[in-house]
């Protein structure tokens, strides 16, 4: 059997990372999912629905450290009823994309930011640090083998993609409340179209105003289930008074927008300037955030890091100082904002349509993600 680490070395990830890239055992499924199956999902598969033949697994215990990397049939975990994920949710995910190219072969977009973060966000939740190199391999393994799963644009407009979800769990059988002794880190990958249903139309917002997401010395800088579970209450709200996403301000004020739900927030300022919400530590640091601040530069807007208030979004809509804003993320790319609906007002037209900005910033992330623009960044990594 092929394993790693070689030679049964055990690795402890540092910040430099400097491990060996390991080698998944690979089990193929006897049973995937028939063909013509396959492609009336593929044809329709909606967002996080279906899923692929496959799963990575590669397992951590504090007396081995990370061993056992495998590729195995996708298919139900068996867990003890006290396994501390359970009760504690001591788990981290992360979500990227992988996309099909022109020419067949199949690419995903900076998958070692999405590494990187994930490292963070295990930090944060007391779990065991996964080296770089493993999180790609383990994502470049699954694309591999389940490549036939990646969908093939019909057109430029169309927004299709392998969504891939790697995740870590804390596992074991104990009701102690401390860090797990033995961890499962898994990826998981899913055909997907527009996260929203209406396919790159403007969506409305609700302002949450008594919830928060996440408190100085908190989560919210983490990409970990618990702060999902916490903002599911404001989601439901959000979609009683007919909005998409919620949004959140800051825990100590109420005064200071943060993010959506599963999504960072843009401002377009006429003037040319496109801010966003500065990463305090309570608001998740987005992939795709961080690659809009710089396309945006490259097409001449000046971007700023910085606090906006909900006063700010409200007299910048209202005076005409703000022309458009926009969410982005993996998940929602980015997508224009047609209101922010509060329980006194509405800030914002509901109807309105795409912003030309954010227009613009879409199509330049698209092009470079499904290969049609030039990868001046580096970064495109090849899966298969
Ligand atoms: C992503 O964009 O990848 C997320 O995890 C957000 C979630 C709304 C799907």
Known sequence: MRGWPPGGRRFHATETNAVSTPEFCIRPTTTPVATNVRQEI????????????????VRWTKTDGWHGAELRPYGPLTMDPASPVLHYAQEIFEGLKAYR?????????????N??????????????????????ESIRTLVAQDAVWVPTPRDETEECS?????????NGRFLGVKPAAEVDYYVIASPAA???????????????????RAAPGGTGAAKCGGNYAASLVAQQEAIDNGCEQVAFLDAAENKWVEELGGMNLFFVYADGRLVTPALTGTILEGVTRDSVLKLAEEIGLKPEERPISVDEWRDGVNSGTITEVFACGTAAVITTIGALVTEKDTIGDPERSNGPV???????LLDIQYGR??????????LA
Do not use: C
């Open 42 to 57: 593929l044809d329709n598969p909606g967002f996080g629905q279906y899923f692929t033949d496959h799963m990575a697994h």
């Open 162 to 170: 392998l969504y891939i979800r790697p995740f870590m769990i804390a």
């Open 358 to 364: 954010a227009q613009q910033l879409r199509k330049a």
């Open 373 to 382: 623009a030039e990868d001046k960044h580096g970064w495109l990594t090849q």
């Open 101 to 113: 190219h022109a020419d067949g072969s199949v690419w995903s977009f900076r998958p070692t930011r």
């Open 194 to 212: 527009s996260y929203f249903k209406g396919a790159g139309k403007p969506i409305s917002i609700w302002l949450s105003s008594h919830y928060n």
């Open 115 to 136: 590494a990187a973060r994930f490292r963070q966000s295990a930090r944060r939740l007391a779990l065991p640090e996964l080296d770089d190199d493993t999180f790609v």
